[in-house]
């Protein structure tokens, strides 16, 4: 079983919603503020069908309801933002890492969940007990060969790899403990952010979360 301490979470963010979500926190997509415009980044057909997906361990909630995180970087959802498969191509300079210590999170000041892949998937299971973290599948989620005809001749890897933590409503922004970035054109951009926000948030050129 990983260790509970060194695991973390991360939220990719187009950079222009940055200094909206450092303000106001995180927001499911259905309890999200109506009065600002937002940077829309993935499939909006994905996104469309998480308003329908049940999440079995919460009756009465659908995926939308909650605050999606990844285990992993350098995702699949990410390779298709970055080359433009079927989605909205941006510029990797352009997307940013909101990173949260797991344990942060995974406690009774949220209703929270995680999953064993991808939450809009009907075969995804869901668990709201840590210890079920060993149940993941650790070399899909750590793994940057994820194509369908991967080395492991794991055809179910994509799904997997892009495990996801759900946190019901809101999650505040003072739980956000750092941010990675593509560049130092990025970089700079986001400490112009946080200068006139007043705050202090560890900020790292991650090329390795970046394709």
């Not at 998937?121 to 750590?142: A, H, P, Q």
């Not at 970089?187 to 790292?204: A, C, G, T």
């Amino acid at each position: 079983m990983p260790n509970l301490n060194d695991l973390w979470l991360f939220r990719i963010i187009s950079i222009d919603n940055l200094e909206a979500d450092l303000k106001q926190g995180l927001f499911s997509k259905l309890n999200a503020p109506k009065d600002g415009i937002r940077t829309v980044i993935g499939n909006t057909e994905i996104i469309t069908q998480r308003d329908m997906r049940n999440v079995l361990c919460f009756p009465g909630t659908v995926v939308n309801n909650f605050v999606p995180f990844y285990f992993s970087v350098r995702t699949p959802m990410l390779y298709n933002i970055h080359s433009g498969h079927g989605v909205q191509q941006i510029h990797q300079k352009n997307i940013v890492y909101l990173c949260i210590p797991l344990l942060d999170l995974a406690n009774p000041d949220f209703i929270w969940c995680f999953t064993d892949g991808n939450a809009a998937k009907r075969i995804t299971k869901y668990y709201t007990n840590l210890e079920s973290v060993d149940s993941l599948d650790w070399r899909s989620i750590k793994t940057t060969d994820f194509s369908h005809d991967n080395a492991d001749g794991d055809e179910d890897r994509i799904r997997k790899k892009h495990a996801e933590f759900l946190v019901r409503d809101h999650v505040p922004s003072n739980k956000i403990k750092g941010i990675a970035v593509y560049n130092q054109e990025a970089k700079d951009r986001v400490q112009q952010i946080l200068k006139e926000l007043n705050l202090n948030l560890e900020i790292k050129i991650k090329k390795s979360f970046y394709f």
